[in-house]
């Protein structure tokens, strides 16, 4: 299939076309999975590839990779065509940063990406971002009170210079890690995963005879922006508003105050009246406060139209300088998403007056909760090992919220062999928390109860990155909250839970998932569902007669 302009092309060829873009992103995610040496992105899919165009306008992303790291992968390209102009890059370059305030949020996540040429002409750019095993530092912990103890930060760089790689730039990074190779594997997997999509991407334009990518990017993004408009438009014009509490860190509890302005095809998502940025690590730069709120928009707005550019034009999101959603530099921001995963719930919340058939509860999930085991394993080997587990989502208009499932972040669980095999753990739980969902006409997503022993011959160091201690997963339109988070360890004792401490040998570590919230009073639920509902143990008898009145 030749051509040489996509201005006449029918929807359906441009469909095609797409659909080959996207799978161009995906197989560069395959790439990425496959040459991985940590856990966290073999396992539990925390990256993200996306293939853009020469002005950083993103075109297709991999179907299963983090939604914020998609939505702010362009934004980041952006910046690096400020620093280095086009006409600057050369094939074989390859750009990288950690910078929260440039790129997603916090150090532990690289972001490199790769200049595309075709018959010696750039025609776009290949991203890709993962979270590192490790940045030295803190490891990924939320009681830093302030950036610089996170980790070793990376201002824009070549880390490849037409192919040549930057030793001494390398050599500073790893000498700043404790796993120095998995984080090297993890690079050079990126590296991979940007060379397969530019590879892919210069076989697409030799078959379809395009010179670049500008016409069909543009088609394919107005397109985008055009479907969203309308689903924009369907909203009544006018200002909706919702507000949050959440445990913050200790005294300083933190409250989020979101107002939404519908007129004609624009809406405007507006924190101003959220809490100031605070001296502990939850604080949420504006890149992942950005992404964590148009995401949410277009899951219930839109949710079947591949993401590009142009999903994301009609929306405009506003935070104070200062607030705990655009912190100043250099705050600690090292646990963002325990912030950032609470902004899908207050906007649907917001929404829910004049969307009730699209939104959906406050998810137990959000934010994840996460533990973060470091130390020296049986074998004398330095580890870090992050478990990732999920809380349960929020109840839907028509179905209860999906167990133990992330939202809005989409990071899996992984395989717990894996996680066992590379460090001194054993996982002696993981099962479902009954009674943990919101009752509601439909009931919130189930929790889960994970138990792991230490066994180390030292201790380890624990960092614990949670919320939800407090503050439940509401739920909406009358429907009861989730179950709260817990953990306590073997002996009684209740770690800080978003703080580092030491873990003895033999130790175990209870954690309880937070449940999400109910969709709807809990008396209109089918009784029928409810009694099923006991019978497989996600409700219990007592459960039943307390939360929905059964006899």
């Known amino acids: 299939m030749a051509m040489t302009s996509v201005r006449d092309l029918d929807p359906i060829t441009l469909e095609i076309l797409w659909s080959r873009l996207i799978s161009i992103a995906d197989e560069a995610a395959a790439a990425l999975l496959r040459t991985a040496f940590s856990t966290i992105v073999r396992e539990s899919n925390d990256f993200a590839t996306v293939l853009m165009d020469e002005a950083g306008d993103s075109i297709s992303e991999n179907t299963g990779g983090i939604a914020s790291f998609s939505c702010i992968l362009p934004r980041t390209t952006k910046h690096f065509l400020r620093l280095f102009p086009a006409k600057t890059w050369k094939p074989g370059d390859c750009v990288i940063t950690n910078d929260p305030w440039l790129a997603t949020g916090h150090l532990p996540d690289f972001t490199l990406v790769t200049p ?159 809490s100031p940025q605070i001296g502990r690590a939850i604080n949420c730069v504006m890149n992942y406060t950005h992404a964590y709120s148009v995401y949410p928009v277009k899951c219930a707005l839109d949710p079947f139209t591949p993401r590009n550019e142009g999903s994301y034009r009609a929306l405009s999101v506003v935070a104070p300088e200062g607030c705990l959603l655009n912190p100043r530099f250099p705050a600690p921001v090292n646990a963002r998403q325990l912030t950032g995963h609470l902004l899908a719930g207050v906007i649907y919340r917001a929404l829910a007056p004049v969307l009730p058939d699209k939104v959906i509860a406050d998810c137990g999930g959000a934010p994840t909760m996460r533990a973060l085991f470091s130390g020296v394993g049986r074998s004398g080997n330095r580890f870090s090992q992050i478990l990732f587990a999920s809380g349960g989502m929020g109840a839907a208009p028509h179905r209860n919220g999906l167990s133990t499932t992330a939202f809005p972040t989409n990071a899996g669980a992984g395989s717990i062999e894996a996680f066992e095999s590379i460090s001194p753990l054993i996982v002696w739980k993981k099962e479902l928390r009954a009674d943990s969902g919101g009752a509601g006409k439909q009931r919130g997503g189930l929790g889960q109860v994970c138990e792991i022993e230490v066994r180390a011959e030292q201790p380890l160091i624990l960092s614990l990155l949670s919320d939800r201690r407090y503050n439940p997963a509401m739920g909406v339109l009358g429907g009861k909250p989730g179950a709260l988070a817990e953990i306590v360890m073997s002996d009684g004792t209740v770690p800080h839970q978003k703080s580092r401490t030491t873990i003895k040998p033999g130790m175990r570590l209870t954690m309880r998932y937070a449940g999400g919230g109910g969709y709807g009073p809990p008396a209109a639920r089918d009784p029928a569902t409810l009694q099923e509902d006991v019978l497989n143990g996600y409700v219990s008898a007592e459960g039943a007669k307390r939360d929905y009145g059964a006899a």
């Open 116 to 274: 595309i040429f075709h018959r010696g002409n750039l025609v776009g750019f290949a991203g890709s971002i993962a979270h590192s095993p490790d940045v030295g530092g803190s490891l990924w912990a939320a009681d830093t009170k302030e950036m610089f103890e996170e980790g070793i930060r990376i201002p824009p760089s070549k880390i490849l210079e037409e192919g040549r790689r930057n030793e001494l730039l390398v050599n500073v990074l790893l000498s700043n890690v404790r796993v120095p190779e998995q984080v090297l594997g993890d690079l050079e997997a990126q590296i991979v995963a940007n060379e397969v999509c530019a590879k892919r991407v210069q076989e697409f334009l030799e078959d379809t005879g395009l010179p670049d990518f500008r016409e069909l990017s543009k088609s394919l993004n107005a397109r985008t922006e055009a479907q969203m408009r309308r689903a924009i438009e369907a909203i009544p014009d006018g200002t909706y508003r919702a507000t949050l509490d959440a445990d913050g860190f200790d005294e300083n509890k933190t409250h989020l105050a979101c107002a939404i302005t519908v007129k004609g095809s624009d809406m405007v998502i507006d924190f101003t009246g959220t």
